[in-house]
């Protein structure tokens, strides 16, 4: 049926449905339920998961399998997931999230999009390297996400795009 808005985001309600449905552990695809804000038991059990499979050092990997340059741990990802504890509340979680993202940054403070302290598949790492360079840095998205996340933990508000915008009189 199109787009539709679920809580000031727009999302297909089939993509909004598979993913609750599925409780899939591609971070990047939940972000759709992430951003969409209902904190509800499905949402926390997603969480959860993702807390469980995809978290195996400080930062998020994007799925269990992901090979991408090795399968790194995420850095926009993990200031997503770092959004999402702060939205519910998790504020201890949102810190430790962007504590972790600040600590990624270059010495330019410069964010990358992954991290290959924890590689899913390490073999996979350097033929990536050799035939495509280093991991995009700076990665606007990574710092985005960053701000959303500093932005929330400071002021409470969510940086949300409103399904109704305010017009200048």
Request: with cysteine; net charge neutral; glycine share 10%.
């Amino acid at each position: 049926r199109g787009l539709s808005v679920d809580n000031d985001h727009l999302a297909t309600q089939a993509e909004l449905g598979e993913c609750r449905a599925q409780a899939r552990q591609d971070l990047a695809q939940s972000a759709l339920l992430i951003e969409g804000g209902k904190h509800d038991g499905q949402l926390r059990n997603l969480v959860h998961r993702i807390e469980q499979e995809l978290r195996r050092g400080g930062g998020v990997h994007r799925y269990a399998t992901d090979t991408y340059y090795g399968g790194g741990e995420w850095v926009l990802l993990t200031a997503w997931l770092g959004w999402y504890y702060a939205q519910a509340g998790e504020r201890d979680k949102a810190q430790n999230a962007l504590r972790w993202v600040e600590a990624q940054a270059d010495s330019q403070g410069r964010l990358t999009e992954q991290v290959p302290a924890t590689l899913n598949a390490p073999a996979h790492y350097a033929p990536w390297r050799e035939r495509w360079g280093e991991v995009a840095n700076p990665l606007l998205w990574s710092h985005a996400k960053y701000l959303v996340l500093v932005t929330a933990l400071k002021t409470g508000r969510d940086l949300a795009v409103s399904s109704q915008p305010r017009l200048a009189s």
